[in-house]
């Protein structure tokens, strides 16, 4: 059975300060996702990534993929309010189920 | 270019009663995947179908639970006879052909009575 850990579970920090999330595994995967899901909505896909190293920016988001494609990061740099939500992981193969990590919940205080 | 779309947002059912759940994947997209998320849990897969077939059930229970993807129309997961444990939300998503990456739905809560 895949497994997905993140770390921390919860993370409550000031505006401006940055913070990293951790996801990770066991298992090898062929591609991890993360995802950003608000309150009675469903997840939405900030990025994939599916090399092995591989590092992506989206804007002041920096997503990593562990050199062995066990593990990942998502960096964000000088947060604010606005990034406050739940934060998830998914890990997958090729046309596959993906295998979610629990999130990590995330709130920004002004 | 509109998203995946779910209905009902919100159902509330008795125990005992049906449920069907539907799911209109993007434009062009081929796969569906129904996933369940309960109170206090993660995200967990359920299914996965392609037009008229289901590919993977994996996370399915065994009874009561049921999905399809017909060749017209919105994909369904269907609940019979549901109990208390079935109230969740529960999330379709779709992607194209030849990707890893799955795009969801806002989801159906529902509620069982």
């Known amino acids: 059975t895949q497994l997905l850990e993140q770390s921390p579970q919860f993370l409550s920090i000031q505006e401006g300060e940055n913070l990293t999330v951790y996801c990770n595994s066991s298992?090898?995967?062929?591609?991890l996702q993360w995802y950003r899901q608000e309150p009675g909505e469903g997840p939405v896909l900030l990025v994939t990534v599916v090399t092995g190293g591989e590092v992506k920016k989206l804007k002041r988001l920096t997503f990593q993929f562990g050199d062995a494609r066990k593990d990942s990061s998502l960096h964000i740099t000088a947060a604010q309010p606005g990034d406050t939500g739940l934060y998830l992981c998914a890990g997958g193969r090729y046309g596959n189920k993906l295998v979610f990590g629990a999130g990590t919940i995330l709130r920004v205080k002004s | 270019n509109a998203g995946v779309m779910q209905n009902p947002r919100h159902l509330v059912r008795r125990r005992g009663q049906e449920a069907r759940l539907r799911c209109s994947p993007m434009?062009?997209?081929?796969?569906v995947y129904w996933y369940r998320q309960l109170p206090e849990e993660g995200l967990k897969f359920m299914v996965y179908?392609?037009?008229?077939?289901?590919?993977?059930e994996s996370g399915m229970p065994k009874e009561r639970f049921s999905a399809e993807f017909p060749k017209e129309g919105p994909s369904i997961l269907r609940i019979q006879q549901v109990v208390r444990g079935d109230s969740a939300a529960y999330f379709c998503?779709?992607?194209?052909?030849?990707?890893?990456?799955?795009?969801f739905g806002p989801g159906t809560r529902l509620t069982v009575t």
């Open positions: 434009k062009g997209h081929s796969h």
């Open positions: 179908l392609q037009k008229e077939n289901i590919i993977d």
């Open positions: 998503a779709s992607s194209p052909l030849d990707s890893y990456e799955q795009y």
């Open positions: 298992s090898v995967f062929s591609s």
